[in-house]
């Protein structure tokens, strides 16, 4: 035997009796909980647990079940769950009566295989050692692997190497620099890089080009809306209410603050304290209060006859599934009917839970109180604009003012004695009576006095009168001392107002008065009895108030017509009637100057009041030099003043006295009641330390305490899904013992515990980490050799290649062909939409297309309604968020095939692409090489030239298009590639 | 989430059924009952054959619900008990909802009434057609499977592990030529279902067709083919439904059809068919449904008053 | 085009065919369906098309009538109920039951329009009804439905859903899911809309919920562009078209030669899919190819956006293997506070609407030997309170009823359902179900075992459950089967 067999015997033998000793002990959470989970637990679980034994809690498993211990570490024969899987035993059946052997397990499935069946005995010898779940035990920092290679970049890449080797797999060459700018652009900002940026990294020669780059796009602003776009989905935000109405809802600030709060790098544990309990903070700012409309974009039902509690408490339901899933991966929703399932999570700890979220004021009231008034910048930058200009002009106003004020008696005579167009003849009336059996006196000037008040009257006037047409009745309250105002009771409310003229009745069109208290306008008073409301002038009843009536049309007069008025008093309170009053009848076009003059013609400068005269004065300045300053300068101050800025609802605590009690609901039902619960969390993760508040801001800083299992791991396995297009743990949704198991088990450990510790929970400086690493930067070119072994790309041998987002698929668009918007903030808007789609139901709200570049902004900002979402996104899998939805299925249908094709917005930019390329200097080849570059940031391949160069020609000879169309064709194509449409 | 109005529901229900007393017929009333509720694990037969029967109960043998229960007394009977127990771990059904009122009446009355089986014929419904074809029947031959997909026909099992297969040429579409069918023989144990319409094919196109012994159900419609290729399906002994809608094939063609014993419908609609051969036909075979007219709508209703008086039934 | 190229395009395409089938079972391009856990991947390889049992039915045409039709006026004639018309409803009705809009003690209404005895059964069918009476030895009529559901979005949900609260694949998205599509130039699930309105629960009830979005129903439009832009824009002939997919498909394989990703393939035979639906959804859509009497059969006109123009496409569609035509016609809903939502006017209107196209709809299916393996069903979301709406205490001119989830009716027809068949009964004012329940649950259950599934096995894994139509109960009725 030569030497080299001797070596080759003595290895093996080494390593025969190195396995027998350091053989690998069975390992309780990647072998026993799984085949639990899939033969014993759905019986033997949460929901039931037959015959005594619930294999989730150690107590169960361990203790007394129906017939006999459950395990009994070290002895497989007197373990229970043993002998049912070998021979079952003979017990005594209670029901029967008599003894009967019991089934073997597990029931009604085929029995555990020879191998199940020995890894359960030699898992019991061993001491049968019980694990909690993998993803419920703190993170800790893991020791790297030894390897002996230069490949690795950072600490990520020794985890992936590690499992790659595992797997015979060896990492992939570096993507090109073009093909890596444009994956790590659209990765951090979700923006295909320009022409100039690809240049000047191409020809950036030195070492920490790349980082360089790096650190430009985290520093973007784009960073932050394109991170918001995937934390939408989370908070399920929509700009209307969901349910049957789908109503508006005025939202859109919450997206301005989550697209602040990534840009400026909130960190991750404080971002989730702002958007769970913002308010509760000491001195909240707008933005951490706004922060909190995370739960408030629930939905809320507004459809007649529905029962507000139920849908306020689906709501509060809502919110404690959506921030287990979103930021503990967890589905806390089956704990809703009964104990979980699978995870050791039992039925009280969800009222328990959920009593951090029921004391919330709002209560799914449609106009989604309780809300805040938070102005957008532009509305912000408006108001100043405004605001400005008014300060501007108040000094010449106020000088006016001044100057008119000191000639008001010769102005205010020059007035008197001005010639009135109108005629205006007193009403002497020949018959005055009301239904209450009033008194009335007329004294000769027209002022007519009613002795007593009542709380509804009808005053019926009749007077004849010699104009030839009538166009108008005037009427003035005067003033009573000894009521110390014009009515009865101080005020009035003229519920109803009718005319008949000779008999017929007339019908009245428009009306004014110098004065009207709010809400009692003269209009209501021209609908007798429908709205109960009329001309009222309370806080104007010091000084006599004049209004008029003006008829639809002018009625033709005989000479001496008789005019027979009723005027109707009614009124939620006492005693308001008019007291004293005239009235006249006027033909005529009634000019602002009539009124004034016809007011005024017999006072006396010295008794006209305040009020009066300030209504003058502004009279006056409207008809002076100052008219066009004046009357700019009123109508910004009403502008500025019925101004509507954006409100946004926020969470908000009920005061102490009013706070609800959280009870169990039985089998999940909000009808059946059970015992009353506090708020706590569940026993199985970190305790909740004493120091914290017992509401949510406690509740949120148990969640981001640096002892929770959950949050980092969810978080870092998030960032790297957007990344890599699946999460080390495919179900980011699920890290439940029923979730996939991680494909790094290390590598998630380690990222999540120095999330918190060395990043310091800061998303950028893990971002950067992840996108520096080697395993980010391979080329995802793969062989057929390759793809039999890991078709998935499980094991990370290959750089990442998935479908874009439906909202990078839009940027990437309209970004290439140059029409984007970088308009950032604000409204949601309305790019196209086909006729026909937009379904309401209810409100007439319809999908108006906004104007300018408002067409052409970011997909981040596209108005959401949920029931008849954008079709376009919606196509590319964007979800209706009726419910949260913790990642997108990238689905490849004919649907997105047809709106790349012809949808008009891709149109466009094939169309203005077109002309870029048209445009471009140099040869034909010069500009399809433009062109490919500008789309793929990358150089062309020969074969490519001539397959567009040939759609080119063909478009231009045999269809006869013009230069134009074929570049917009040959745009059309390079924006339907499959390589355009991913990322790689 | 149960709400009020289901309860509402059960009370509004008792008002009535008290009013069905009268005898209660193990076939009519109670079985139905018991197969929904009961059958999953008290006398299924699964797949392979095992009957399951937990606590060994198979309602589908009296012998065995005799044990449970003593005539005259539904109250000592744990065949009742248990249905209206509330006893957490023991009620039964155990999955699902509570039998309603109306159902445990009428297992109570049955047991008071001496709880009598007769009349209970064991539904022995016996194998279903496909169930016999099934028996014995290999498994279809892979290569031949291939050459179909291949084509682009749809080639799936009729059920979950079952030999027989359904073989459907429509995906075909324009491409389908009279020659596709040549290797339908290689199938011919296991074809039950053939989808011939619309295909471009001609009655030698329908050679092969007699050899597919097991066909039951056959598509022909919109098709070229004559009477003489209904020569190849006269011998289809096992043949239920034919289809022959808007093709060529006259009273001559049908009249070769009178072989076909186990022929429950036959569409004979747009073709050159007339009254008289078909009837001719239908002598032949009495129970086949053979329907030939082109479907007319009734005259709109006049405006007069329709007589009301409803007939008592 | 050169014939090499046309091979190989074909083979590249069947290829491309089972890739994306068996990728987009494994993989990515439905992410989700990725290497996730393994027992939902058994249930994708137990289904991949093949029933549980030999289904009956393969196809379905569902008639949802969006608003509830009145049960009392059209199918469960009441003869108590004619004669306790007026008089105040008995309190042991209102214990314990919820009303949207009636107030204290409401009277109660006798059936509005007259009824007549009809088929071998002589089931009573009402006068407003003249051309369904014609086929009633056809169908079953299911009396004893019931929901649990009260307002029309959450009980449409619950009908095609299987639950009252949005997020859940819809019935026909279970049944693509189940089956797959028997055909490759038309989407296998399509929905139809008529009567003016979009049904309550908007777009969620042809929805595909948690399944992927290649499941969803895809809504065909009877005006303007029948498919979303399937229409090419403004000067791109078909065979431009054509050119440039031509394009496209040869830079796809150049880049497919060097990346090698299955899903480069998989888009290539989804842009060739929506070549060919542009011509295969309008050409199925235009109703004006088919023979004038036919037309005249169902009352339909071209360009019309009419119920019976949408049932003549249903049996176009299913013609064509579409596998599951969703049909909703609004305006049912008759509380009876205006002329367009009474029980005479508005009534009347909707039942002329209906009555004939959905009768030619099932003779015509017939006589193509089409209804044996194609189930129709129709109804609405809930029923119609015995006793007459007064809203806000008071009763207005117009004559209309309360919803009432307690007991309706629906009808069936065809793949293996019973014939001139009348099943369950409602109390004698038919408020609620006296004998043989159905609850959606119960009719769901029993469609999918009609078309071959066992309700309780076609489940997919979402969020660590097994996710199924029928949630979890449901029974099926096999008193209903032939």
């Known amino acids: 035997m030569n030497v080299y067999m001797m070596k080759s015997v003595v290895v093996s033998m080494l390593l025969f009796c190195l396995s027998a000793i350091g053989v690998e002990k069975v390992n309780f959470s990647e072998q026993i909980r799984p085949l639990f989970n899939r033969n014993c637990t759905g019986c033997h679980g949460g929901v039931k647990e037959a015959g005594g034994l619930s294999l989730l809690y150690k107590e169960s498993a361990y203790g007394k079940t129906d017939h006999g211990i459950g395990i009994v570490p070290g002895k497989p024969e007197e373990s229970m769950i043993y002998k049912v899987i070998t021979n079952p035993p003979e017990v005594f059946d209670k029901k029967k009566g008599k003894m009967h052997r019991l089934e073997l397990m597990p029931m009604e499935k085929d029995p555990l295989t020879k191998e199940d069946v020995a890894l359960i005995k030699r898992w019991i010898e061993e001491g049968a050692p019980w694990e909690e779940h993998w993803a419920y035990t703190a993170p800790v920092k893991q020791s790297l692997p030894k390897l002996d290679t230069d490949w690795t970049k950072n600490r990520i890449d020794y985890f992936t190497y590690a499992k790659m080797k595992e797997h015979e797999l060896t990492p992939a060459r570096k993507a090109s620099k073009g093909t890596l700018l444009r994956r790590l652009s659209l990765d951090l900002t979700g923006l295909p890089p320009t022409l100039e940026e690809l240049q000047s990294f191409v020809n950036d020669k030195s070492v920490d080009a790349y980082e360089k780059q790096v650190d430009r796009l985290l520093s973007s602003k784009h960073y932050g809306e394109r991170w918001a776009s995937i934390w939408l989905d989370l908070a399920r935000y929509s700009d209307t209410q969901g349910y049957e109405k789908d109503g508006e809802r005025v939202i859109y600030r919450f997206r301005d603050e989550v697209i602040k709060a990534f840009n400026k790098d909130t960190p991750y544990d404080q971002f989730l304290i702002e958007q769970l309990a913002g308010d509760l903070l000491p001195k909240a700012t707008e933005h951490q209060k706004v922060l909190t409309a995370f739960h408030r974009n629930t939905m809320t039902n507004t459809e007649g006859g529905t029962d507000d509690e139920e849908f306020r408490v689906a709501a509060v339901m809502d919110r404690v599934n959506t921030t287990w899933e979103v930021f503990m991966g967890t589905s806390y929703g089956c704990v809703q009917c009964h104990t979980h399932p699978y995870d050791p999570i039992k039925h009280d700890e969800y009222y328990k839970f959920m009593a951090f979220l029921n004391n919330t004021a709002d209560s799914d009231k449609s106009d989604d109180a309780p809300f805040i008034k938070t102005p957008d910048m532009y509305q912000v930058a408006k108001m100043k604009k405004w605001q400005d200009r008014q300060a501007a002009l108040k000094p010449q106003v106020e000088a006016a003012t001044k100057e008119i004020e000191s000639q008001f008696s010769d102005e205010f005579t020059k007035l008197k004695t001005q010639e009135v167009k109108v005629q205006l003849t007193d009403l002497k009336f020949n018959n005055m009576s009301s239904n209450k059996a009033h008194k009335f006196t007329q004294t000769e000037n027209g002022v007519v006095n009613v002795a007593k008040g009542a709380d509804t009257a009808i005053y019926t006037l009749t007077a004849t009168t010699d104009l030839e047409s009538l166009d108008f009745i005037e009427l003035e309250a005067l003033p009573v001392k000894q009521f110390k105002g014009s009515g009865h009771a101080g005020n009035f409310v003229l519920s109803g107002l009718s005319l008949k003229v000779d008999g017929k009745a007339v019908g009245f069109g428009k009306s004014e008065a110098t004065y009207e208290q709010k809400g009692f306008s003269t209009k209501d008073s021209l609908n007798i009895g429908k709205k109960g409301r009329g001309w009222g002038i309370g806080g104007g009843t010091e000084t006599s108030q004049t209004a008029w009536f003006r008829l639809k049309n002018t009625v033709k007069l005989k000479k001496g017509a008789v005019l027979s008025i009723q005027l109707h008093f009614k009124s939620p309170h006492k005693l308001h009637t008019l007291a004293s009053f005239k009235m006249k009848a006027g033909s005529g076009a009634l000019a602002e100057s009539d009124k004034m003059v016809n007011e005024f013609r017999d006072k006396a400068e010295a008794d006209i009041s305040d009020s009066q005269k300030k209504r003058l004065v502004r009279y006056f300045l409207k008809k002076s030099k100052h008219a066009k300053v004046y009357n700019e300068f009123t109508k910004l101050s009403e502008t500025i003043t019925n101004f509507k800025p954006a409100t946004t609802p926020i969470m908000q605590d009920l005061p102490k006295d009013k706070q609800r009690v959280t009870r169990v609901f039985n089998r999940g039902s909000w009808e059946d009641l059970g015992e009353v619960v506090t708020p706590g969390t569940p026993e199985i993760f970190n305790e909740f330390k004493e120091e914290w508040p017992r509401n949510r801001l406690g509740m949120a800083k148990w969640m981001t305490s640096t002892d929770n299992p959950l949050v980092p791991r969810i978080a870092v396995n998030r960032f790297w899904e957007q990344l890599f297009g699946t999460g080390i743990v495919d179900t980011l949704e699920d890290f439940g013992s029923q979730g996939s198991t991680p494909t790094h088990p290390k590598l998630i450990d380690d990222l999540a515990y120095r999330f918190m510790h060395d990043h310091n929970w800061s998303m950028k400086s893990l971002l950067k980490e992840l996108v520096t690493s080697a395993t980010y930067k391979q080329s995802s070119n793969v062989t057929d050799e390759k793809l039999k072994k890991d078709q998935f790309n499980s094991y990370l041998a290959r750089g990442p290649r998935f479908r874009l987002s439906s909202e990078q698929i839009r940027d990437q668009a309209l970004s290439v062909s140059g029409i984007l918007s970088k308009k950032m903030f604000g409204p949601s808007v309305m790019p196209f939409q086909p006729e026909g789609v937009w379904m309401t139901v209810y409100n007439g709200r319809k999908w108006t297309l906004s104007k300018d570049e408002d067409k052409h902004r970011r997909g981040v900002y596209t108005f959401w309604k949920r029931t008849s979402p954008y079709p376009s996104m919606e196509a590319f899998d964007t979800p209706s968020r009726e419910i949260c939805k913790t990642r997108r299925l990238r689905t490849n249908t004919p649907l997105q095939a047809l709106v790349t094709l012809n949808d008009p917005v891709y149109m466009e930019c094939a169309k203005e692409l077109g002309i870029l390329i048209k445009n471009s200097s140099g040869s034909m080849e010069d500009k399809l090489n433009f062109a490919i570059q500008k789309t793929l940031c990358r150089s062309a391949k020969k074969a490519e030239l001539l397959t567009l160069k040939k759609l080119y020609d063909e478009t231009r000879q045999e269809f006869g298009k013009s230069e134009a169309d074929a570049w917009t064709l040959v745009a059309n194509v390079l924006m339907n590639l499959d390589e355009f449409l991913v990322k790689k | 989430m149960t709400s009020k109005w289901i309860k509402g529901m059960a009370a509004g229900s008792l008002l009535l059924s008290s009013a069905l007393h009268g005898a209660v017929d193990f076939t009519k009333d109670l079985l139905p009952i018991l197969e929904e509720r009961c059958l999953k694990c008290h006398g299924h037969v699964k797949e392979s054959g095992k009957v399951v029967t937990k606590g060994d109960l198979d309602i589908t043998k009296p012998e065995s619900v005799k044990e449970f229960l003593k005539a005259g007394h539904p109250e000592d009977s744990t065949f009742y008990t248990l249905v209206i127990s509330d006893d957490e771990d023991d009620y039964m059904p155990p999955k699902g909802d509570r039998l309603t009122d109306a159902q445990k009446k009428v297992i109570s009355d049955w047991i008071k009434q001496g709880a009598s089986f007769e009349g209970y014929s064991k539904k022995a419904k016996g194998e279903t057609l496909l169930e016999k074809l099934a028996k014995g029947t290999s498994a279809p031959s892979k290569a031949a499977i291939a050459h179909f997909e291949q084509m682009g026909a749809l080639v799936l099992p009729l059920a979950q592990n079952s030999p027989l297969l359904q073989l459907n040429f429509k995906p075909v579409g324009s491409k389908s030529n009279p020659d596709m069918t040549k290797r339908i023989v290689e199938l011919k144990g296991n074809i039950v279902w053939l989808n011939l319409s619309k295909a471009n094919i001609n009655d030698a196109s329908l050679v092969p067709v007699t050899e597919l012994k097991k066909l039951t159900r056959l598509h022909l419609d919109n098709t070229g083919i004559t009477d003489a290729g209904l020569q190849s399906v006269a011998s289809l002994t096992n043949l239920e439904y034919l289809n022959l809608y808007n093709t060529a094939v006259t009273d001559a063609g049908i009249a070769k059809l009178a072989s076909l014993k186990s022929l429950k419908k036959l569409f004979l609609w747009q073709s050159k068919v007339t009254e008289a051969g078909v009837k001719s036909l239908q002598a032949k075979l009495p129970n086949t449904y053979i329907h030939f007219m082109t479907p007319k709508m009734k005259a709109p209703v006049k405006k007069e008053e329709k007589k009301k008086a409803p007939k008592k039934k | ?482």
């Not at chain 3, 038309?186 to 290649?214: C, E, N, R």
């Not at chain 3, 123009?309 to 009876?336: K, P, S, T």
């Open chain 3, 1 to 482: 085009m050169s014939l090499f190229k046309n091979i190989f395009q074909e083979a590249d395409e069947k290829v491309v065919q089972d890739i994306s089938r068996r990728s987009f079972l494994k993989h990515s391009s439905c992410g989700m369906l990725g290497s996730m856990a393994l027992n939902s991947l058994m249930a994708e390889e137990k289904t991949n098309n093949i029933p549980h049992h030999h289904g009956t039915a393969k196809k379905v045409i569902f008639l949802h009538m969006a608003g509830a039709p009145s049960q009392l006026e059209l199918f469960d004639y009441k003869p108590l109920l004619e004669k306790m018309d007026g008089k105040p409803c008995p309190e042991s009705y209102l214990e314990g039951k919820k009303l949207a809009f009636a107030k204290g003690i409401p009277d109660m209404l006798g059936p509005q329009h007259k009824f007549g005895q009809y088929g071998e059964s002589g089931t009573y069918i009402s006068d407003k009804l003249p051309h369904f009476q014609s086929i009633v030895d056809e169908v079953t009529l299911i009396k004893s439905m019931y929901t649990d559901q009260f307002n029309h979005a959450p009980a449409q949900l619950l009908m095609h859903t299987g639950f009252p609260r949005l997020g859940r694949p819809s019935m026909g998205s279970w049944m693509t899911y189940g089956l797959g599509s028997e055909n490759n130039n038309l989407p296998s699930y399509i929905s139809l809309i008529s009567g003016g309105k979009v049904p309550s629960a908007g777009k969620s009830v042809w929805g595909s919920g948690f399944l992927p979005s290649f499941y969803q129903g895809v809504q065909c439009r009877s005006q303007g562009e029948p498919v979303m832009y399937s229409a090419n824009p403004k000067g791109v002939s078909r065979d431009l078209r054509r050119r440039t997919l031509d394009a496209i498909n040869d830079m796809n394989r150049i880049q497919h030669a060097e990346a090698k990703d299955p899903e480069t393939l998989a888009r290539i035979s989804q842009y060739e899919m929506a070549f060919r639906m542009q011509m295969s959804v309008p050409e199925a859509m235009d109703i004006s190819k088919e023979p004038e009497y036919i037309r005249d059969m169902y009352g339909a006109e071209p360009g019309k956006a009419s119920f019976a123009n949408n049932c003549l496409l249903a049996r176009r569609l299913i013609e064509r293997d579409v596998r599951f035509v969703q049909l909703y016609d609004w305006g049912w809903d008759n509380h009876g506070t205006n002329p367009n939502d009474d029980l005479h006017n508005q009534l009347t209107k909707k039942t002329r609407e209906v009555d004939r196209p959905m009768t030619a709809l099932i003779k015509d299916l017939k006589s193509r030997g089409m209804l044996d393996d194609t189930l129709v069903v129709w109804g609405g979301e809930f029923g119609r309170t015995p006793f007459r709406e007064n809203r806000g205490g008071k009763y207005g001119k117009y004559v209309g009823r309360d919803h009432s989830p307690g007991a309706f009716t629906m009808w069936m027809a065809g793949g293996g359902a019973k014939k001139g068949f009348s099943y369950g009964e409602t109390d004698e004012v038919g408020y609620n179900v006296a004998q043989n329940p159905v609850f959606i649950h119960d009719l769901q259950a029993t469609m999918m075992h009609m078309m071959g599934f066992n309700h309780e096995k076609l489940t997919y894994y979402f969020q660590g459950r097994d996710y199924r139509l029928t949630d979890v109960g449901g029974h099926v009725k096999k008193d209903l089967l032939i």
